[in-house]
Structure formats: C-alpha cells, structure tokens
C-alpha cells in the first residue's frame, strides 16, 4: 500500500489487509490526531484497508 504522511512522505508498505487504526498504530500515528483517506475518500480506523489502496494521512489541526 502507498502511505503518504502528513508531511508528504511517501512510504510503500507491504501489509496484509488490515484496520487503518492497526497500521497507524504501527507506524507510530495516534489515529485521534489524523483524518485518514484511502483514494480520495475519507474513511473511518475500523475500515480495512488492501495493499493496492492508496492512503493519506491528514493531521487534525487544533487551535482555539
């Protein structure tokens, strides 16, 4: 699968299908502090992601 971070790093993983949480998690992304889309589209941590998807990771920007 693509990744690409928030700074815009590109990372090519080889993972079996799993939950976005799982390998955000292994990744060392907190999946509260990110919007995560997977070709474009913006999808939930319990969606499962395959090894053709595309995915972009979105920090959350706090402010007040």
């Known amino acids: 699968m693509k990744l690409?971070?928030?700074?815009?790093e590109v990372l090519i993983l080889e993972h079996d299908p799993a939950p976005v949480?799982?390998?955000l998690l292994e990744q060392g992304?907190?999946?509260?502090?990110?919007?995560?889309?997977r070709n474009k589209k913006?999808?939930?941590e319990?969606?499962?992601i395959e090894a053709d998807d595309?995915?972009?990771?979105?920090r959350?920007?706090?402010g007040g």
């Open 29 to 37: 992304i907190n999946p509260l502090e990110v919007i995560v889309t």
């Open 46 to 48: 319990d969606t499962v």
């Open 4 to 8: 690409i971070l928030p700074d815009h």
């Open 21 to 23: 949480e799982q390998v």
């Open 54 to 58: 595309e995915i972009r990771i979105i």
């Open 42 to 44: 913006m999808i939930s």
């Open 60 to 62: 959350i920007a706090h």
